[in-house]
């Protein structure tokens, strides 16, 4: 079955750059949307962005002047990268499938839903 | 942004009760409307989605319900691997947002 798996670094000086790749091992990365979630801790969960195999994006506007996602179809595997990090960005960084359910006559097209995550990783914003 | 409400914040119960959570949308999203559970220190695991449909593996004793604005995931038969953290997720429009959370605690 399909797994993930996020990588990168874990600690990240303030006003740089994180960088995580998300791997997708068992299935292709064609034909589906791929996101990224984080949660700081002991808070609720919150959404940065997805992207499709073709490359098109869409960002949460809280983070868009931030955020990057990019796609590399040949290597399996989707990023993220947010600039100019302060300590409001340490959280557990989750990736996800974003599985649907295509019903051709519902209001809003298909239902979209996470289906399958990385086990997350830990990154902390400090100098 | 659609704000995602969940009530309560945290309940207590006992193996094999029956557990009741809401969540309200502060605008309608028809069925678009999905929930998550979340032990300590794992990622969200997918439960439901398109408000009522069981995703693939998930037990039977879990249901939700609901349309437009108000929803609710209901666990039938507490067992004791269900005692998480359970938040509501909408789908109709982005930025996807979440719910706070319920934390279901052991009474």
């Known amino acids: 079955q399909v797994q993930l798996q996020e990588s990168g670094p874990g600690l990240v000086k303030p006003s740089e750059t994180l960088s995580l790749t998300c791997t997708v091992s068992?299935?292709?990365?064609?034909?589906?949307?791929w996101s990224w979630i984080r949660q700081p801790p002991g808070k609720g969960l919150e959404w940065i962005g997805y992207i499709y195999n073709s490359g098109s994006t869409n960002y949460n506007p809280s983070l868009k002047s931030r955020v990057t996602i990019s796609v590399d179809t040949s290597k399996n595997q989707f990023s993220l990268k947010l600039s100019s990090v302060t300590a409001a960005d340490t959280a557990v960084y989750y990736c996800?499938?974003?599985?649907?359910?295509?019903?051709?006559?519902?209001?809003?097209?298909?239902?979209?839903?996470?289906?399958?995550w990385g086990k997350g990783t830990t990154v902390t914003v400090s100098s | 942004d659609i704000q995602m409400t969940q009530s309560p914040s945290s309940l207590s119960a006992s193996v094999r009760d029956r557990v009741t959570i809401t969540c309200r949308a502060s605008q309608s999203i028809s069925s678009y409307l999905n929930w998550y559970q979340q032990k300590p220190g794992k990622a969200p695991k997918l439960l439901i989605y398109?408000?009522?449909s069981l995703q693939s593996g998930v037990p039977s004793r879990f249901s939700g319900s609901g349309s437009g604005t108000d929803f609710t995931l209901t666990i039938n038969s507490l067992q004791p691997e269900d005692f998480a953290t359970y938040y509501c997720q909408q789908s109709y429009s982005t930025p996807r947002t979440f719910g706070q959370g319920t934390k279901v605690e052991i009474k």
């Open positions: 068992g299935g292709a990365i064609s034909s589906y949307y």
């Open positions: 398109a408000a009522s």
């Open positions: 996800s499938r974003v599985g649907a359910v295509i019903v051709p006559a519902a209001i809003r097209g298909n239902y979209y839903y996470m289906d399958v």
